[in-house]
């Protein structure tokens, strides 16, 4: 059993700007919180622990989150960044052979080296942010080998870099070329032996699938879903990004954890997802980047007080981000989210998008020591600045997993 204290610092166990704990103390052992609170109240028999740590005045929060990302990708697509700035639509490029395909042949064609090297990049720079965990899609391989390509890399991911990875298979993304004209067969193929071999290998936490009318319908849809039911495997959603299909309202007959994107969501969708509990996962960085002007509707999702997580959909077509704390900029500026919505949205809510009990995006006694330290003034930081790293430190299960020199 080892104990380590950290001391000195502002505390937000909750990432709630209402419910901070000034000059704070964290008592850590082995992988958990044992006890945080004020310094004052510190329990005597941790008054004398010989690993400390002062943290200067710093604020603490759980680490942060990222609940959607397709991390494990082969190139960029910079050229069809251009084209779409001479006029071509996403939804054009996608048509013409370009889009999610052009990722999918780049991705076929690298080795699980490679692809490791390129996501190893982008995870760095998310944990660098104080980012403790993140989910990890497939769906640019489309194929059998080429999705557990993708899927072996995001567990190797895990294991050397010290951060918690969820995977989802996302089979159902695009249809690949050698289908053309055969999404039926396709989702036959997706469902009865993708999904259960990869199940069966290990390799997958949820299934996803691309509910839009340049991907998936929704009878494909629910062929999926109910073959993830019947293998006991969660289900997520991309719904409503580009037209209002109802993907949601199905995902949420389905118990889905998460149901993304959503920006043409109408109320009765919203209603599904508060009856089954289903977090919105709301992605600026799509937004922002295919220049949407249909906002999610955010106020729906207020009233109906469906939990609202952020994240950076990373991804080389409609977000090549590699920074959540932009995102929290992002949904307050373009979205009017608040402060305290945008620091649940990559916490706690983005743990409830992940649905695995390790993960609380919460710090209190018995949940994994998983935080993130910042040289900052106020919580409201987070959000403010654009580019400006404020992370000094970050602890996963209890050790130090990152450390960049406070800036003063
Ligand atoms: O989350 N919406 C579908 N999938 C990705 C984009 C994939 C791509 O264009 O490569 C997304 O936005
Ligand atoms: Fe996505």
Redo the contacts with the bound molecule.
Sequence with gaps: MTLSLWTDLHLAPEANPDTVIRQACIVVEDEEIRWLGPQEALPAQYAHISQRHSLQGQWVTPGLIDC?T?LV?GGN?AREFALRLEGAS?EEI?RQGG??AS?VKATRELSEDQLYHQASRRLRALMAEGVTAIEIKS??GLDLDSERKMLRVARRLAKHFPITVRTTFLGA?ALPPEYAGRSDDYIDHVCEIMLPTLVAEGLVDAVDV?C?RI?FSLEQSERVFKAAQDLNVAIKI?AE?LSNMGGTTLACQYRALSA??LEYLDEAGVQAMKASGTVAVL?PG?YYFLRETQLPPIELLRRYDVPIALST?S?????PCSSLLLMLNMSCTLFRLSVAEVLAGVTRHAAQALGHPSISGRLAPGHKADFAVWDIEDLSELAYWMGLPRCTQVVRHGKISFTHEAIR
């Design positions: 959607h397709h990708y697509r996403y996608s889009g999610i990722t769906g640019y993304h691309f839009e991907a991309h990004q993304d994107h992605l799509a959909d991804n080389p077509g409609t977000s």
